[in-house]
């Protein structure tokens, strides 16, 4: 795991489509909140949910968690702040956690496999590098999502340097298109909308492929297109967020 990234670097207007700064702004300081929110055992159980997915790729149940608190009633407080949060999908009925973005113990086109550990799953494609969280400085992750319209990959690498800045390795990208969805309504808090649109973000291989599949898209619904870079970019922003589970009162 990595020490925490002070957020202390504002959100750079120009390397996001226009007019999408103070969302990502308020995504980042909302994210951030919640975090800070959380008690130390809290953030230790969320740090080792994210390990266990990454490790095997599985929903982990709550009493895999046991040795963290012996105490259940204490264990069953801390998943409840977390779900009261909105940092988790925990389903009741199987006890265990389907997803604790950045991490899915559940499918999506979203791959990530570092050295060492299990190909699993991010939660969206601009959260493919936040998964760096988990692996670590010096370790190449290899990223891979899938266009929905014609089944092309997107697949590049990504690393975390010593000084917490990312290199990436990417072929040529230019034609990627990611889409946004904008809410149906808007929403006060902007972790709670994040995980209602999150699913419904999509990478393309080309503005073609986004545009048709927007022409046969039933829903209809807004959006806003990013190119790959303005994408990357917004994974960097919520990966300050992120980081901030290694922080300790």
């Keep these: 795991m990595t020490r925490p990234l002070p957020l202390t670097a504002p959100v750079d207007e120009t390397r996001l489509p226009e007019g999408q700064a103070r969302w990502v702004a308020d995504l980042i300081a909302s994210q951030a909140a919640a975090i800070r929110d959380l008690s130390n055992e809290e953030r230790l159980l969320y740090a080792h949910i994210w390990k266990h997915i990454a490790h095997h790729a599985k929903p982990p149940a709550v009493r895999q968690f046991g040795h963290l608190n012996p105490k259940t009633r204490r264990l069953q407080q801390a998943i409840n702040r977390l779900k009261e949060r909105h940092l988790i999908w925990f389903d009741e009925a199987l006890q265990a956690v389907l997803q604790c973005p950045p991490f899915s113990a559940l499918d999506t086109a979203h791959q990530v496999k570092a050295f060492g550990w299990e190909r699993t799953f991010a939660t969206s494609f601009v959260e493919l590098p936040c998964t760096l969280v988990v692996y670590g400085p010096n ?3 290899e990223a891979r999502s899938v266009c929905p319209r014609s089944g092309e990959p997107l697949a590049y690498r990504a690393r975390m340097r010593e000084d917490y800045t990312l290199q990436i390795e990417v072929p040529a990208a230019d034609d990627w298109r990611i889409w946004m969805p904008l809410p149906a309504a808007p929403n006060p808090e902007p972790l709670l909308e994040f995980n209602q649109i999150r699913p419904r973000i999509h990478a393309f291989y ?12 039933p829903t209809g ?6 190119t790959f870079d303005q994408a990357f970019y917004l994974g960097e922003c919520l990966l300050q967020a992120y980081i901030l589970v290694m922080e300790h009162h």
């Design 139 to 141: 370790v190449w992750l």
């Design 206 to 217: 080309t503005l073609d492929d986004l545009a048709t599949y927007r022409q046969y898209d």
């Design 221 to 226: 619904v807004a959006g806003v297109i990013y």
